[in-house]
C-alpha cells in the first residue's frame, strides 16, 4: 500500500455493525419463538444456525456497517429500532430460555470509534440480560 493509499484510510470513519442478537437452544420450536417476534413488528429479523453451538439465532436491530466516530450513536440507532418493544422482547426472551447478545464489530482503517457507553444505552443493555460481543477489524 502506498503511503498515500495509507493515510487516505487513516482519515476514514470507522464502520460499526451492531446488532441483538438473541440464542435460543434447538428444544424449542423456532416457529413459535419467530412468531412471537413477529407481532413485535420489528422491521428486519434474521434467523440462522450458529455452527458452534446448537441453537438458533434470531437478530434484529441491526445497523450494517454504517460510518460512525462513536459506538454509542451506533447503540443508539440500533435501540430506537425496537424503542417501545423492550418490555414484549424481555417476556419472549424469558419465555423461551433466550440468551442476548449485543454483537458489534467495527472496520477501524487505523482510526478507532469512541468506545463509550452512555448510561441509557448500558441501561438497556442491562434490562436486557445482555452480554456484549465487540470484534475489531
Not at 460510518?67 to 425496537?82: E, Q, R, S
Not at 464489530?105 to 452480554?131: C, N, R, W
Amino acid at each position: 500500500m502506498g503511503e498515500n493509499q495509507f493515510s487516505n484510510t487513516m482519515n476514514q470513519i470507522p464502520e460499526i455493525y451492531c446488532s441483538i442478537a438473541i440464542f435460543f437452544e434447538k428444544k424449542h420450536d423456532i416457529n413459535f419463538i419467530v412468531d412471537s417476534m413477529k407481532q413485535l413488528e420489528i422491521s428486519e429479523m434474521k434467523i440462522h444456525e450458529p455452527k458452534f453451538d446448537h441453537s438458533i439465532c434470531v437478530e434484529i436491530a441491526t445497523i450494517k456497517n454504517e460510518p460512525f466516530w462513536n459506538l454509542d450513536d451506533a447503540l443508539t440507532k440500533m435501540f430506537l429500532k425496537i424503542d417501545g418493544k423492550m418490555a414484549e422482547l424481555k417476556k419472549i426472551v424469558k419465555k423461551y430460555d433466550g440468551d442476548v447478545c449485543i454483537d458489534i464489530a467495527f472496520y477501524q482503517y487505523g482510526t478507532y470509534p469512541v468506545l463509550v457507553f452512555s448510561a441509557e444505552t448500558m441501561k438497556k443493555i442491562h434490562y436486557l440480560d445482555a452480554v456484549i460481543s465487540i470484534d475489531p477489524y
